[in-house]
Each structure stands twice: as structure tokens, then as C-alpha cells.
């Protein structure tokens, strides 16, 4: 039989799904406190990491190995070819759709990486910007190869002061994409980003791991991209050039590290040369990424240096789930 609901009775509030967010600089220890966290809460992985998408792409972006994917379900990784596009657009709805049938399951999403743009765009929704359009880029780039992608980043500083300076003078894809976007909307980035789509509909806990002192975290970066090219980082960027229409200048290829070890392939410098470049540039990435965090509202910082950091990391956690923790 099917009762009604007395008159005047409010509709019954649906629970909002939680999602964690591990945020934090390269080399902060996310992803092995990810695993630690799976290991007594229930949650699954959501890589949010604009290059562990693509294929073929592991040493140079530190993708878990099969047996961290085999003991933990991981999500958003291997899903592209390195030679197809992947945007913010493409990740939210991945990421929205794999968060859905984790919640569904009675499990946590565990969102973990360092693209800080993809978890503003998650939190808070992206701007009905223009799609890319090829003959624009392809002009920007002509202009860029005659003048240089500092004269271009000038130009996007007299149309959007704010815009240029959260890109630097020699990011060549930002700065088009920034160009782009005034030149196909009319509108200065900044001012375009502020129209668009809602935020997905979760409630987010976030942390940020990071050491409190740099000198440790440059320490880290340092060996961590030792162990990259120790690991074959070179003959993995050789594999991805070589039998595959990618150019060098495709958008996967711009990563940190593939980036500079193309220079090297391609006789732009030496091997040193080519380690001291890297080991800046990922300094470079960690200071922006840092940058961001500084600005997200409603972090828990934590110092990853700290012995005891992991289990009370593990007991916020808990608790913020209402889960008790298994000994």
C-alpha cells in the first residue's frame, strides 16, 4: 500500500556523496599514501593527472605498476592515446561518471594527482569556453615560431593582465590556449572562464601533502627524476617518437620531463644539461601547483615529513566518514 506523506512534510533531503581529494606538489607522497588509505578505507583511485591518461606515458608520469592497479582499483588511467586530445571538459565528465559508480558501490572516490586546474574544474565547474579550433592555433603558432612565445605572452598581458600572470612568459600552450580563447570569444580569459557550467554534485575532503621545509621537497624532485631516468624514462620518450604520427610538439609530449628529454633526443642539449633542465622544470610545476593549493579554500595541510602523519591522515579520514578503522 502507498501511503502519502502528511501535508506539509518536506521532501526528504538525498545525502550528497563525499569525495576525498589528495592534492600536493610532484614527489609529496601522494600516491603511496593513497595506497595506504585503500588499504583500510573503502575507497577507490581516481587519477587526476593530465598525463597518466595516455598510454605508453609511465615512467615519465610515475603511473602506478600493475601491482598497485591489481590490489587497488585505479580509475583515469590508459584511457588515451597520447596522440588525441584530453581536456579539463573531457576529465570532469570521466571523472563525474567513474565517481558516480564508486558512490553507487557504497565505496569513496579517492581523488588523487597534481593537475590542480582538473580539481578546480571538478569543485566548482568549468566556463562554457570556446572548443579549440585548429586554423587559430595553427596561425598563433606561425606567429609564435617568428617571434617567440614571450612576444605572445606580452600581448595576452595588455589584453589580460590577470591571465598572464598565472602563465609564464615560455608556456606555449597556455598562453595559446589563453589567445584562443580572446580571439574565438571576444572576451579576455578571465572574464570568459567566469561563465559555464555548475560544480558536480559532491561534498569534497581535502588535504594537501606537502613537506614544510622546500629544501626537502627540491631533494625529492631531484631523485625522483634520477630514478625516472634510471627507470628508462629516455628509451620510453625514444618509443613514443619513433613508428607513431606524435609530434614532438603534441600536447602529451609537453609534460615535464618528456619535454626535456625530446631537447636532448633532438640535440638541444646535452644529457646533464638535460637532467639539470628537468629537475628545474619539475621545481617550476611544484611551485605552481603550490601556488594553486595556497588559493583552494578549505584545505588540511599536512607535512608529509612528519613520522606521524600517515595515521593521522588515516584517523581524519576515518572519521570525517564515519568509519571506524580496522585493527
Known sequence: MVHARPVGEPEPTPAIPVAICLMGPTASGKSDLALALADVLPVEIVSVDAAQVFRGMDVGTAKPNARERAAVPHHLIDIRDPAEAYSAADFCSDALAVMRRISAAGRV???????????????????ALPAADQRVRAALESEAAGR?????HAELAAIDPDAAARIASNDAQRIQRALEI?????????QARGRGAGPTPYRYIKLALCPSDRGVLHERIERRFSGMLEAGLVDETRRLLAGRALPAAAPALR???YRQVIDYLTNRCDYSEMIGRGVAATRQLAKRQLTWLRRERGVVWVDSTNPRARSAIIDYFASKLNLLRPY
Open 182 to 190: 580572446y580571439l574565438l570569444s571576444g572576451l579576455p580569459p578571465s
Open 148 to 152: 617567440g612565445w614571450p612576444a605572445l
Open 255 to 257: 609534460t615535464v620531463g
Open 109 to 127: 572516490p579517492l581523488l588523487v594527482g597534481g593537475t590542480m586546474f582538473y580539481f578546480h574544474a571538478l569543485q566548482r565547474g568549468l566556463s
